[in-house]
């Protein structure tokens, strides 16, 4: 055995409806088969963006029918979304395996992430979910729901919900039991379902972890070598999209706090996901965060592309 890998897919790899995730999951597993293939044990975590707004549209939509379907909180779309996204994928690298001859079980663990009750996100929501509304729309579900809407880019009114950060995984040590025995297990589906702790009672609440910060915190728990952050770019670039752009191929924890401070990364992208490999990255010594896409995960690893964030 190589390395001990965390791999986190974005959700929008994924695509936005059943029939295209199906299609898509087919290509992202070959790319997870090459590394298990060279011999890494590999954990997969994923994103659900697209497709946890699809299922809280659906049902938001059919609760306000006349069809007298009851409204779905938002921790049980999340899921929703993780058994679905992670019965798709499961089966496409199953059978990517079985093509090759390798015969190791694939499994999906719905995984509920502890925050704190107290985090300062619960005070400040800011992540968009769901579908797009009109101001009188958006004042009658603030009366009426109670819910925290905002403006977006000249779209409409959206909800926003807590982003808190992730302190614990409650089903570590089943994911952790999985790996032992060599299967593929797929976790942290999402960012997670967030849940708060209460003696012996785990509540959910309606918030969404960013599933970068998910996968640094996976990573830590199941003592991983390497946490590879997949995006749609080959390595991470400072002035991205300007004249004088530079793409980097590897980045000290001090580069990065540099970086950051002059606002080359943009929050709701690249940010986070620096954010999360540094976070990784100084978890432990050894330990080594990529940033690439996911077709070039194997070769930078090899270290012939991607970027290295590492001590």
Known sequence: ???????????????????????????????????????????????????????????????????????????????????????????????????????????????????????????????????????????????NKGFHMIEDSGRGYRRVVPSPIPMDVAEKETVMALIEKNHVVISVGGGGIPVIQEGNKLVGVPAVIDKDFASSKLAEIVDADYLIILTAVEQVAINF????????SELSIEDCHQYIGENHFAPGSMLPKVKAAMKFAQSKPGRRALITSLEKAADGIAGKTGTLIKM
């Open 1 to 143: 055995m190589k390395d001990k890998i965390v791999v986190a897919l974005g959700g929008n790899a994924l695509g936005k409806s059943p029939l295209e995730q199906l299609e898509l999951v087919k290509l992202t597993a070959k790319p997870i088969v090459d590394l298990i293939a060279e011999g890494h044990e590999v954990i997969l975590a994923h994103g659900n963006g697209p497709q946890v707004g699809m299922i809280n549209l659906a049902m938001s939509t059919s609760s306000n029918s006349d069809a007298g379907t009851p409204e779905m909180p938002f921790p049980e779309c999340g899921a929703m979304s993780q058994g679905y996204i992670g019965y798709h994928l499961q089966n496409a690298i199953r059978e990517e395996l079985l093509d090759r001859d390798m015969h190791i079980p694939v499994a999906t663990v719905i995984t509920q992430v502890i925050v704190d009750k107290n985090d300062p996100a619960f005070q400040n929501p800011t992540k968009p979910i769901g579908a797009f509304y009109s101001k009188e729309e958006s004042d009658e579900l603030i009366r």
């Open 241 to 248: 999209g300007k004249p004088n752009e530079k793409w980097l």
